[in-house]
């Protein structure tokens, strides 16, 4: 049971404050936990549990905000967390984006999803389509008619139609036109790279994102090619687990509109479609950098958005750095992004030059690791693939779309 939920801004303010229970927590919390946050120098680094003198801490971090909520029993943590990751993703939905300016201007809403996505401290709504239907999003019409009536609430007179149902994510009395479901593969690939350019770890982390708008109430049946590959499965509340349990097949009723019905982690990859070979020598107070970039394994699409950055030693007074494609910008951070694009067919891209060290500094102690950055439109790389889709109990036979996409999650390649 869920005690209190505080937002809080990057600087550490307060913004929103939603006590839950009759127990009321006091606000020095908030103190603590900030000063934990910068001793490790951000809030994203500090373990999503912490037990503090008082309270057992749940915090996640979203563009900058950070969600913290407390309690003094005990309770699983996973629901802690689960609870602000979702609530997290329904006020980035309904507001456009998160940051301090956008929850400042549009408070009440926030709190009034508080209020329907948790009672007494326990989750109770926490279905967006359902949110959606009893409080209507923020727009200029909404926002113009609470200044002349001097109403602003946004909350529906009528309890919406599914919270009675048996399927609460989905209304009965959907009508399309013409019916379509789409569904996407979207990867994060995560790898490190030591300094011999040996692959010490590459996994996938995958989501099924499934965009719905089908008529009454449809049945459907997804299956993989090769769902032995999947660990760490996580399922949207539609889908039924035994016939997953027992033939790893989704069976689902889907809410309308767009929504993310599984996730996934597939480990131990063997490769990796790109390599980044960084070489840095110093002496004489100077460091030479070298860095090339080409396709380890081609998968089959092209590699865009190719972005190679790494953080420039604090010795480092000054640079020159120069590449052969693409373009080289240093950050204000002192961050040094070489920017490529796609890859060419005719030249694999090179960065070369120096890093003046400070007076009195020989040698580089300490070298920097490179962060890549890419995306791959139509495959994933996991190699997960998608044996087919069956939509059931629909009039018209719906249109259905597949996509896929894999773009790089935490990839290090160490110098």
């Known amino acids: 049971m869920l005690q209190c939920i505080f937002i809080l801004s990057d600087s550490g303010e307060v913004m929103l404050e939603k006590q839950l229970t009759g127990h009321r927590v006091d606000r020095s919390i908030c103190d603590w936990f900030w000063d934990q946050a910068i001793s490790q120098g951000d809030s994203s680094k500090l373990p999503?549990?912490?037990?503090?003198?008082?309270?057992?801490?749940?915090?996640?971090?979203?563009?900058?905000?950070?969600f913290l909520a407390c309690t003094q029993v005990e309770m699983p943590p996973l629901m802690g967390i689960?609870?602000?990751?979702?609530?997290?993703?329904?006020?980035?939905?309904?507001?456009?984006?998160?940051?301090?300016?956008?929850?400042?201007?549009?408070?009440?809403?926030?709190?009034?999803?508080?209020?329907?996505?948790i009672d007494n401290g326990f989750p109770l709504t926490t279905e967006y389509n359902i949110l959606k239907e009893m409080i209507a999003p923020p727009?200029?019409?909404?926002?113009?008619?609470?200044?002349?009536?001097?109403?602003?609430?946004?909350?529906?007179?009528?309890?919406?139609?599914?919270?009675?149902?048996?399927?609460?994510?989905r209304t009965a009395d959907l009508n399309y036109a013409s019916?379509?479901?789409?569904?996407?593969?979207?990867?994060?690939?995560?790898?490190?790279?030591?300094?011999?350019?040996?692959?010490?770890k590459c996994e996938s982390y995958g989501e099924v994102q499934v965009n719905s708008h089908l008529s009454g109430i449809p049945e459907l049946t997804l299956s993989f090619a090769n769902p032995s590959i999947l660990n760490d499965v996580r399922f949207h509340p539609c889908v039924r687990f035994r016939p997953w349990e027992s033939h790893q097949i989704l069976s689902f009723v889907p809410p309308d509109g767009q929504f993310k019905l599984m996730s996934y982690r597939v480990k131990k990859l063997k490769s990796t479609p790109i390599y980044v070979k960084p070489q840095l020598t110093s002496d004489a107070g100077t460091c030479r950098v070298s860095v090339l970039v080409g396709?380890?394994?081609?998968?089959?699409?092209?590699?865009?958005?190719?972005?190679?950055?790494?953080?420039?030693?604090?010795?480092?007074?000054?640079?020159?750095?120069?590449?052969?494609?693409?373009?080289?910008?240093?950050?204000?951070?002192?961050?040094?992004?070489?920017?490529?694009?796609?890859?060419?067919?005719?030249k694999a891209p090179a960065m070369s030059g120096t890093l003046m060290l400070?007076?009195?500094?020989?040698?580089?102690?300490?070298?920097?690791?490179?962060?890549?950055?890419?995306?791959?439109?139509?495959?994933?790389?996991?190699?997960?693939?998608?044996?087919?889709?069956?939509?059931?109990?629909?009039?018209?036979?719906?249109?259905?779309?597949?996509?896929?996409?894999?773009?790089?999650?935490?990839?290090?390649?160490r110098s």
Not at 140 to 166: D, E, F, H, Q, R
């Open 48 to 66: 999503s549990v912490i037990a503090s003198p008082t309270h057992y801490l749940f915090q996640i971090v979203r563009d900058g905000i950070t």
């Open 82 to 117: 689960e609870f602000l990751g979702r609530a997290a993703d329904i006020l980035s939905d309904y507001l456009g984006g998160l940051n301090e300016d956008i929850i400042k201007d549009n408070f009440v809403i926030v709190y009034e999803l508080l209020d329907e996505m």
């Open 139 to 169: 727009n200029i019409v909404s926002k113009v008619l609470s200044v002349v009536t001097g109403n602003s609430s946004n909350v529906s007179n009528t309890l919406p139609g599914a919270t009675a149902s048996c399927v609460p994510w």
């Open 179 to 200: 019916n379509e479901v789409y569904v996407d593969l979207i990867e994060e690939m995560d790898a490190t790279i030591n300094r011999d350019g040996v692959l010490v």
């Open 295 to 346: 396709i380890r394994h081609d998968p089959g699409k092209t590699i865009d958005s190719l972005t190679v950055k790494f953080q420039l030693p604090r010795c480092a007074t000054s640079c020159d750095l120069t590449s052969n494609h693409g373009q080289v910008d240093i950050l204000a951070d002192k961050t040094c992004s070489w920017s490529i694009g796609r890859i060419p067919k005719d």
């Open 358 to 413: 400070e007076a009195g500094l020989e040698r580089l102690n300490v070298y920097p690791t490179f962060q890549v950055e890419f995306r791959i439109m139509g495959v994933a790389l996991s190699g997960l693939k998608i044996d087919k889709l069956e939509v059931k109990n629909v009039a018209n036979r719906p249109y259905k779309g597949f996509r896929a996409l894999t773009r790089s999650g935490l990839y290090e390649v």
